[in-house]
């Protein structure tokens, strides 16, 4: 079975401050996602990255970055917390290939901002 | 405009009354279009993948199929178990990366 982990459930930071946000898989993927999830704005892709230290902006960069220095491994950075980045935050991988690529999801974290 | 439209937003059954979930999409080049469960406060849990219309999967009392335009995710005599926020996304649109994701269906199955 395909698991991709994140590093904490829930989470609660004041404004201003860095958060890290970490995402494990341990299927090899080669692509790895990180999306926002919000009440009546459904899911909305952040960054993304499909191979080691290469990133792709999503639709909603900004406030955002990301790091990817091994293949199992995908964070997601905010520099400087702000209120508006409150959220559920969902990671999620995929192996390119065949027709298409199913994207497996992790927990999830929810983000409180202060 | 790429975009997926869920319908309805939500639903409520009573257990064992079958009912269908709508997902239409206007994604060009589509490579697949996939179904998740979500319960609160946890990530989507991967459910169907469809590829090209007339395509059909099931599991258990859930079978998806899929059209040029739509798809629908059927509940046979649902049970109380299968109540949760059920997603569609679609592939396509010329970034083989891109999802777009509808807004889901909240489902209620009450005993």
């Known amino acids: 079975d395909v698991k991709v982990t994140q590093s904490s459930r829930y989470l609660v930071k004041r404004t201003g401050e860095k958060v890290f946000l970490e995402c494990v898989q341990d299927m090899d993927h080669e692509n790895m996602f990180w999306y926002r999830q919000d009440p009546g704005l459904g899911l909305r892709l952040i960054y993304f990255?499909?191979?080691?230290?290469?990133?792709e902006k999503g639709d909603i960069p900004e406030g955002y970055s990301v790091s990817r220095e091994k293949k199992e491994r995908f964070s997601l950075i905010l520099e400087s917390a702000s209120t508006n980045q409150t959220s559920m935050y969902l990671c999620?991988?995929?192996?390119?290939?065949?027709?298409?690529?199913?994207?497996?999801f992790g927990p999830g974290t929810r983000l409180t901002v202060l | 405009e790429d975009q997926v439209t869920q319908s309805p937003e939500a639903l409520r059954l009573q257990e064992g009354e079958s009912s269908s979930l709508n997902c239409s999409y206007t994604?060009?080049?589509?490579?697949?279009l996939f179904w998740y469960r979500q319960d609160p406060g946890k990530g989507p849990e991967f459910l169907f993948t469809l590829y090209s219309a007339g395509e059909e999967k099931e599991k258990e009392r859930l079978k998806a199929t899929l059209t040029k335009k739509e798809s629908f995710l059927h509940i046979t005599a649902p049970k109380p178990e299968d109540s949760a926020t059920y997603l569609c996304?679609?592939?396509?649109?010329?970034?083989?990366?891109?999802?777009?994701f509808g807004s889901g269906t909240k489902l209620n199955v009450k005993p």
């Open positions: 996304a679609v592939q396509g649109g010329g970034n083989f990366n891109k999802f777009y």
């Open positions: 994604v060009s080049g589509l490579r697949g």
């Open positions: 999620a991988s995929s192996s390119p290939g065949g027709t298409t690529d199913t994207q497996y």
């Open positions: 990255s499909y191979d080691v230290k290469m990133k």
